[in-house]
């Protein structure tokens, strides 16, 4: 696959997320996926960390995503700017209106087509923040 298509990826495994359609976003990913959630803690396996990435999408009604790309050899960054309004529990905290507003930085690594990687970079602490104070 060239770059493009690398990149098209990307916005397809976030389109069916947001979709709520786990077996094509799992169709993306390689047997072999891991994911780094800051730093280098890796967790081996599709399954978890889709339901892990569902379960943050729905604690906020009517997200929206802009996602900006960049491509290089086998690897593929994405620049997500992500707001919604708390409408469940997340990160302990319960829902109390709070709109988020982030911004994180994924790279994902691309082998024969699909992702064999992903590693996740974000303020976690400034999420908390905007959370707890609600409205």
Known sequence: MGLEENKKLVVRFYDA???KDSDAAASLCDEGFVFYNQVDTPRNGIQGFLASE???????????????TIAEGDNVVA?????????????????????????????FRVKNGKFIEKRAHFDRLDHMEQLNKGS
């Open 17 to 19: 997320l947001k979709r």
């Open 54 to 68: 569902q379960k943050n999408l729905d604690a906020f009604e009517g997200y929206s995503m802009d996602i900006e």
């Open 79 to 107: 620049y997500i700017v992500f707001e919604g309004d708390q409408s469940r529990e997340i990160f302990g905290i319960p829902p109390k209106g709070a709109h988020l507003r982030m911004s994180m930085c994924n790279l």
